[in-house]
Structures are given as C-alpha cells and as structure tokens.
C-alpha cells in the first residue's frame, strides 16, 4: 500500500529550500513529479502566469523587514484591494452570506472607495424555498421567524455565481458563506474568487480559533475520537 502524503505531518520540511529532493519517503517533491511538472505547464499560460505573479508579489509586500524582525503589513481586505489593483480589474463582485449583511455593505464601500466598480449579491437572492432542494420542515432553522411550518429561503451560491457571471465581475470576494455553499460558488464561478470571511458561527469568522483552542480544556472535544 502506497504511503499517504501528509506535508501536514511532516518532520523535514525541506520543499522551502534547496534541498527540496530530500524530504521524507512520501514525500510529494519526490513521489509526484510528473503531477507537479504537469501542474507548471499550467503557469505557462500568460493569464495565469500573470496572475500566479502578481499573487506572488502581493505576498511579499505584506511583510517589511524591520530591524526587530519580519513583519506583517496589510489585513486581508487590505491584501484583496491591493491584489485586484495590481491584475486591473475594475469590477469586483461580493458574494455574500444574509448573515453577513452588515459585513458586506461595510466591504461594499471599501471596495468603492478604492475606485471598483461592485456588484454584491446575497445568498438569499430570488427567494426560492427551501422544500426546492428537498428540505423538510424539521430540517430548517428554527427561530422566531423560520422553522417547521414557515417559509425559509433557501441559500443559492449557483444563482449569485451565475448572476456575478451575468454581470461580468472580474473578481469575486467571498464574504461568510457557508461550508458546501462556498464549495458550490466556487464550483459555478467564472471569475476567481477569494475568501475575505470565512463563516465561524462560534469563533467571531475566525475559524483557526478553533484549531488554537483545541489543546485547551473547553475545547478539547474538538479533538475526539469519534467517526462522523
Ligand atoms: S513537500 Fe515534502 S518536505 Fe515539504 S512538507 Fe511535504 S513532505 Fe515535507
């Protein structure tokens, strides 16, 4: 049986640097080549070249080597104007989650103020019931509003990938939608898309809390043995 690639759990880590061919035995360096020399024919293409590049810069320019030490630079939304700015688009679509509502108008404006012309588009966008992806009454949100009995929209990430497609955004920032949701969007997208808020219901959207936290006493469950 073929050893799992687990980068996550490696003891070398070695692909940063030189001696990149000297990694462990499962190493993906050594073990996947020709997938790896396939994937770079990719990067051969101009627009992704472009892309790949400007990427690349972005990274570096949120750091600055100060005397005490390498330093970060830009939050993210920072990280999302710049980055839009250096591959030129003009128009940026925000597809995001009717949670988020407050977060997205906040986003709207930013990106408005930097000179992008925005299309924002809601999960909830054309009201369409939940019964229309087969949910069932007890498998709704219960709250004051919705629950069993009560009309619940259903959330569309096709529909707001389709409608930015329609409008011909270059971009699409991601703002809270949730996991499956966000993979649908990504799946139907035509522009590429970034994550701005990574929906975390408990974690104040900072999901990483939770990998943080897991060590410690309250949150150690997260840790559990149990198949799901
Ligand atoms: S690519 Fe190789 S060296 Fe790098 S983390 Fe993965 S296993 Fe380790």
Known sequence: MTENIECARCDKVVCGS???????????????SEVINQALREYDKPEIMEFARQASIQESECYMNLPEGLTTRYPRVEEVVQFAGKMGYKKLGIAFC??????????????ERRGFDVVSVCCKAGGIPKERIGIKDEEKIVSKFSGPGNWESMCSPISQAEILNDEGTEFNVLVGLCVGHDSLFFKYSQAP???LVAKDRVFGHNPVAGLY????????????????
């Open 18 to 32: 030189e001696h990149s061919q000297e990694g462990p035995s499962n190493c993906p360096t050594r073990t996947k």
């Open 98 to 111: 009717d949670g988020l509502r407050g977060e997205a108008e906040t986003l709207n404006t930013i990106l």
């Open 193 to 195: 898309v970034t994550v």
């Open 213 to 228: 936290l897991s060590p410690s006493v309250y949150y150690r469950k997260l840790r559990r043995k149990e198949a799901v």
